[in-house]
């Protein structure tokens, strides 16, 4: 996800939206000051899985235990929300500790475990011996807290998910560019419901997915703001949902129809919708029109013999007769000529004039229509 910022990306995975979405585009954003607001409008911004969990069953317990102060200050709202946040811890004994009080005295539905200390050693240091010090101390961490988890009633029916923000540059001192280094991170999972054998996945997977994937695990439901898919190849077929979903998605922004044209002026989609099928019906009426001239002619002019007055070296070109009816080449030289040597009709095709009149009447009334409906098409905007 790009931009590779914290911010951003901690966003996106939280609530399963991308950065032009949820409106987080730096590390400098703030829920009270920000120059891109979320694309739902500020009454109801895009909800993050926690607030997603809350308002589908209220019986919901959500841990937040985060080294990013950051995460807990600005990211998971509403904080009411919360049933417990703690933010700000530097190593990751201390947010390991945190996170086994949390799970024991609460037995939460979901908690939310974040290590800052990684990113803090790379920004520092670059990769090398005491990054790689620093990753063995998380994957410590995580490791005494997967086994709690698993030694108490609860593990046989608790999925984990091991997700990053960002990568970082080929040096590992920084992140926040375009590079394929930065943008790769990895997605883990393991526990109830997920596949145990070897299996390799079909479903591209980017961190949008975290927050559908999480909800679908414990059987919820994911609003339409989401932009992210349910990972459900991860999981095998025969997985029993720890509880359905009671309510509706968190969809009561005022503005939520906006997330369906995916822009920010609802009324000029509106407006160009109806003016595209204006312009639509109007293109037919044209092509209908015309096919109706070309038909007209066909049956006004090559149906009967029309003769054409020439100079004297084309005195008597004529159209080709129809098929149906017979026609005796020496007709033509029983006419006569007036004084200038042009040739006369014979008196027996002066019925032809009155198809001249009505061809003419007609294509003028055609014309005419086919000139005011281009007129139309001119003016939409």
């Keep these: 996800m790009f931009p590779t910022s914290s911010a951003s990306n901690w966003m996106s995975v939280l609530n399963g939206a991308t950065p032009e979405m949820h409106g987080v585009d730096c590390n400098n954003w703030l829920q009270s000051s920000h120059r891109i607001p979320d694309i739902n409008g500020d009454c109801t911004p895009t909800p993050n899985m926690f607030s997603v969990m809350k308002q589908q069953n209220k019986s919901t317990t959500v841990a937040v235990i985060a080294g990013w102060g950051f995460i807990v200050q600005e990211l998971t709202f509403p904080a009411h929300e919360m049933d417990r946040q703690v933010g700000g811890f530097g190593d990751p004994e201390s947010g390991l500790h945190h996170a086994l009080k949390s799970w024991k005295e609460m ?8 290590f800052n200390f990684l990113d803090n050693m790379g920004h520092d240091f670059g990769y090398g011996s ?26 046989p029916m608790t999925t984990f998910f091991v997700v990053s923000d960002h990568g970082r540059t080929l040096s590992g001192l920084r992140h926040g560019d375009f590079a394929l280094s930065q943008l790769n991170t990895m997605f883990i999972a393991r526990g109830a419901g997920v596949r145990v054998k070897n299996h390799t996945l079909k479903t591209p997977v980017t961190i949008i997915d975290t927050a559908p994937t999480v909800l679908f695990a414990l059987g919820y439901q994911f609003p339409l703001q989401y932009r992210g898919i349910a990972l459900e190849e991860i999981f095998e077929k025969k997985f029993g949902w720890l509880f359905e979903a009671s309510e509706k998605p968190n969809d009561s922004c005022k503005n939520v129809h906006r997330v369906l044209a995916h822009a920010y ?8 919708m109806w003016n595209g099928a204006v312009l639509v019906v109007l293109l037919v009426l044209n092509a209908l029109v015309f096919i109706g001239c070309l038909v007209f002619l066909k049956n006004a002019f090559w149906r009967y013999q029309i003769y054409f007055y020439g100079d004297s070296t084309n005195r008597r070109s004529y159209s080709q007769a129809p098929l149906d009816e017979s026609f005796e080449m020496d007709a033509l030289t029983d006419g006569t000529y007036d004084e200038h040597g042009n040739s006369i009709r014979p008196a027996e095709t002066d019925h032809d004039d009155k198809y001249f009149k009505a061809a003419n009447r007609t294509c003028s009334k055609c014309k005419t229509l086919i000139k005011f409906i281009m007129l139309g098409t001119t003016k939409i905007r």
């Design 107 to 114: 037995k939460p539905t979901i908690l939310f475990v974040h």
């Design 130 to 155: 005491q990054f790689d010090a620093g990753a063995t101390r998380i994957d410590a961490a995580i490791g005494k807290l997967v086994q709690a988890v698993d030694s108490s009633p609860e593990g």
């Design 265 to 272: 002026q609802p009324d000029s989609w509106a407006t160009g």
